[in-house]
């Protein structure tokens, strides 16, 4: 790899060698950091659903009490 930098400087100059250079050294860590971020996007997504899921299951569950605390003081009267 140094090689390669090495003869491109001439050629193409230092800051462009040395871009080229660090694009090649971290194109890995971004693919990684792409792939992570797509799954946090799914366990987002998910969380999400499932918290929906039991915001309904709280708000049927509440409803429920209020009609059977309605029905228990029917009975009492």
Request: glycine residues 2%.
């Amino acid at each position: 790899m140094e090689e390669i930098l090495y003869k491109w400087i001439p050629s193409v100059g230092f800051p462009i060698a040395v871009a080229a250079y660090l694009l090649i050294r971290v194109e890995p860590r971004i693919t990684a950091l792409t792939v992570c971020v797509q799954e946090l996007v799914e366990v987002i997504r998910n969380n999400t659903a499932n918290q929906k899921n039991v915001e309904n299951a709280i708000s049927t569950f509440n409803l429920t009490m209020i009609d059977l605390k309605h029905e228990i003081s029917k009975i009492n009267k």
